[in-house]
Every structure is written in C-alpha cells, then in structure tokens.
C-alpha cells in the first residue's frame, strides 16, 4: 500500500493542549499531515490556487508512555530536518507507522477547508483519522525540537479552531465489515 503512494511533503503540527481538528472534546499532542496536490496543476504552489489544489490526510498524535517501534525510524530521521529547509530521503519503511488496519477500515471526518498557515487558502480536502497515532513522549520530544524560521524550536503552531462557513459540511465516515 505504502508503495503506491507518492508523498509530497510532510508536515508535523505540535501542540500544546490544544488541536485544530477537534472532532470531540478529546485533544492530542501532535498532528502529522500528508500533503498531497492535484497533478492537474503543474506544482504544489498551482494548486493552491484552486478550491481542489491539495488534498491532506491527517493523523492526530496521542502520547502514551511506551514509544512506538514502527515510529522510531522516522523520529530518528528528524535530526537530519532540524532547520528549516533542510531535506533527506526518507525510507519507505519508515512510513511503516502508517500501514494500519484502520486505514482501509477505520472511521475518519472528511471535509473542505483551509491550509493550516497563512495565508489559509481554502484550497484543501482533508482527511483526519479517528484512530490518534500512538507514539513516545520521547518520540514527541524529537518533533518538538524541529525549529521554525526563526530558528526556535515549534514548540506551539496552533490557530484557534475554526468555524465552518455556511455550505460547508464536515462528514464523518464510519466503516463497516460487509458480511457476506
């Protein structure tokens, strides 16, 4: 499944106490979003643009206290990104954290939305699994310590939760084992 996919870029969101995506009263300590754009336009910068440029799967990040193994190999990488602009290939088997069972069955929330920093153009479909990724405090510790433009590291990247504009829905897929 990993291999099918072709990921642009991928974005973490540090929290303190507090989630944009709030589908119930419960928050996490970390977003990952994949960012994917609509190769009908020529670049990620294009589709931004148009109301259906980007399409983002996000994965709310729940801190217990065991790390996750198939989280080590990723968080590992991160010292290589510290700064911004910094690049490295990642292994696909470090996206392992990823192939879950609730990923072709598990329920998520889809709807139309914004980018989650400015100029938050409303340009994206996100994706947001219910299922919270479990990881380490010490693997959340590795992705706080990735810095922003001003060299400091994110330690809080959050805007309040937004309101939905009128015509704009929030749909909650639940999915079912057909039995045959």
């Not at 990921?7 to 106490?17: G, V, W």
């Not at 590992?76 to 490295?88: P, S, Y």
């Not at 405090?137 to 309101?163: A, F, K, M, Y």
């Amino acid at each position: 499944m990993l291999s099918k996919q072709r990921y642009l870029q991928q974005a973490f969101n540090k929290r303190k106490n507090n989630d944009e995506k709030v589908t119930t009263t419960q928050t996490y300590a970390a977003e990952c979003h994949l960012v994917h754009y609509n190769t009908k336009y020529q670049s990620l910068e294009a589709a931004v643009a148009h109301p259906d440029g980007l399409a983002v799967v996000g994965f709310l990040l729940e801190v217990v206290d065991a790390p996750n193994p198939s989280f080590d190999e990723f968080v590992e990488g991160l010292e290589k990104i510290k700064k911004r602009d910094q690049t490295c290939e990642v292994s696909s088997e470090s996206l392992a954290w990823m192939d879950r069972e609730d990923l072709s069955s598990g329920n998520y929330v889809t709807y139309k939305g914004s980018l989650t920093t400015p100029p938050y153009t409303e340009c994206v479909t996100w994706i947001i699994y219910e299922k919270p990724v479990q990881i380490g405090s010490e693997q959340l510790g590795l992705l706080r310590q990735l810095e922003g433009p001003d060299s400091i590291p994110i330690e809080r990247n959050v805007r309040p939760t937004q309101r939905h504009p009128p015509g704009h829905s929030v749909i909650y897929v639940k999915q079912v084992k057909a039995k045959l």
